[in-house]
Each structure stands twice: as structure tokens, then as C-alpha cells.
């Protein structure tokens, strides 16, 4: 268990796996995709089975190991805080996962960077989001299947989402979030 006060402050380490199943690239329905989907988030291996349908140059499996910051502001949201692409000046992007302590599974995504988005998932409902790009914002419709958020329980949170944007195909999104607390380094803290 992850203890978190008000205004308090902690370093973690963070890994966050994505698996990104385009239905276009697949030759299954949308509840078979579901379906794999929440396979994996209750801990199935699923890896050679997209790999089978899905051919080298669809597949997309990002996975991001960082530091990060968490904290908790003083409305009682936590916060975790990190960077994505911080090697890359032109994509460095912000990233931060909200929630209330009260109702974890209400969750928000926002970026801050090369694009900014602020997303919203709550299981089984539909939230209207926005991405902003350089040319113009643009609307996402944003539905989650799962929302397994025990950050504070044992450092884990499970999503199962699917993206809609205007006309585009429906992109299917797993993410696997980890999160372990790590001392302060009190040399590190001296030279920064």
C-alpha cells in the first residue's frame, strides 16, 4: 500500500505498457477485440495471440519506464506526474494521471506538449475529450471497458478504452500502469 498525504510529495518509479489493437488491421468484431482485451488485464498472456493476428508492421506496443512524482493536492486528488520522450526536445510531452482518493474510478489523463490533451475514462460510460494540435483542436470520444485503478492499493491500475476520432476507426487501447515507491536519493538531491 502507497501512503499519500496532502501536499505530500513521494518519487516513484513508473512503467507504463499500451497495447494498441486497429480493428482495420485485425480481422476480428469489435467483441472479439474486447474480449482479448480483458483477457489481458486479468493477467493473461496475450502477446503471441495479437502477434498472430495483427503482422509487424500493425502491431503497436509502447512501453514507457520513468521516474515520476506523486502527490496529493489540496482538493484530495492524487497525482502522478512524469515525462514522455523527455530525449526528444520537439515531442517532450507533460503527462500527469489524476483520480480522487473517494472515487478511483474516475480517471484523467492530461498531456502537455507537443499535443495536449486532457482525457476522461470511467467505466462503461462515454466521455467527449479533446486533443489540441498544432492546426486545430480535435474531438475524441473516449469509452471505457475497464478502469482497475488500485494505484494506492498495490501500485497497479488496468484500462481497457476505445478512442474514436471524427470518421477514423476505432483504435483499441490496453494500458498497464505500475507504479513503485522509491527512496529519495539524498546525494542526487545535493547536485540538482
Known amino acids: 500500500m502507497i501512503e499519500i498525504k496532502k501536499?505530500?510529495?513521494?518519487?516513484?518509479?513508473?512503467?507504463?505498457k499500451t497495447?494498441?489493437?486497429d480493428p482495420e488491421a485485425v480481422d476480428m468484431g469489435e467483441e472479439e477485440i474486447l474480449s482479448l482485451l480483458k483477457r489481458m488485464a486479468e493477467g493473461e498472456n496475450i502477446e503471441k495471440e495479437v502477434e498472430s493476428?495483427?503482422?509487424?508492421?500493425?502491431?503497436?506496443?509502447?512501453?514507457?519506464?520513468t521516474e515520476a512524482i506523486l502527490t496529493e493536492n489540496k482538493d484530495g486528488c492524487v497525482e502522478?506526474?512524469?515525462l514522455e520522450n523527455e530525449d526528444d526536445e520537439q515531442l517532450k510531452t507533460r503527462a500527469k494521471i489524476i483520480f480522487s482518493k473517494e472515487d478511483p474510478s474516475l480517471l484523467i489523463m492530461s498531456k502537455e506538449g507537443a499535443m495536449n490533451a486532457f482525457l476522461s475514462f470511467e467505466e462503461g460510460k462515454t466521455h467527449i475529450c479533446t486533443y489540441e494540435t498544432p492546426f486545430m483542436p480535435i474531438k475524441v470520444y473516449v469509452n471505457a471497458s475497464l478502469v482497475d485503478n488500485k494505484l494506492?492499493?498495490?501500485g497497479t491500475l488496468k484500462l481497457n478504452y476505445v478512442l474514436n476520432l471524427n470518421d477514423c476507426a476505432p483504435q483499441h487501447f490496453a494500458v498497464d500502469v505500475k507504479i513503485k515507491e522509491e527512496p529519495r536519493d539524498v546525494l542526487k538531491d545535493l547536485f540538482l
Not at 501536499?7 to 513508473?14: A, H, V
Open 19 to 21: 497495447v494498441v489493437i
Open 7 to 16: 501536499n505530500e510529495t513521494k518519487d516513484i518509479s513508473l512503467k507504463i
Open 80 to 82: 502522478i506526474s512524469y
Open 152 to 154: 494506492l492499493e498495490d
Open 53 to 65: 493476428i495483427m503482422d509487424e508492421e500493425s502491431q503497436s506496443e509502447i512501453e514507457l519506464c
